[in-house]
């Protein structure tokens, strides 16, 4: 089992920055990669961003490439999303998750964090 805990979320104003965290734990070495997700009142829940543990390679959705840049700290077993010029529509719960199978990077997580809610006022 992996248990994540998110935090970093919050309300900022159109054009602002905001740093989420993904803290890993329990059986994190069997994780492949680590995502981002999110989801908006009345949608559903879509890809953000992927970063492989072993190696570092990135993915990102294209509604935030250039303005989103996921990282990961192995040694504190932690995952950042930093988001710059953030937009009213960037306005979700951030669902940190984990996968084990290094297939299909946007898809097939196998565990998730409680989420955090981050608000863009414009």
């Known amino acids: 089992q992996v248990q994540l805990v998110e935090s970093g979320g919050g309300l900022v104003q159109t054009g602002g920055s905001l740093r989420l965290s993904c803290a890993a734990s329990g059986r994190t070495f069997r994780s492949a990669y680590m995502g981002w997700f999110r989801q908006a009142p009345g949608k559903e829940r879509e890809f953000v961003a992927a970063i492989r543990w072993s190696g570092g390679s990135t993915d990102y959705a294209d509604s935030v490439k250039g303005r989103f840049t996921i990282s990961r700290d192995n040694a504190k077993n932690t995952v950042y999303l930093q988001m710059n010029s953030l937009k009213p529509e960037d306005t979700a719960v951030y669902y940190c998750?984990?996968?084990?199978?290094?297939?299909?990077?946007?898809?097939?997580?196998?565990?998730w964090g409680q989420g955090t809610q981050v608000t863009v006022s414009s």
């Open positions: 998750a984990a996968k084990d199978r290094p297939l299909l990077v946007r898809s097939g997580y196998d565990y």
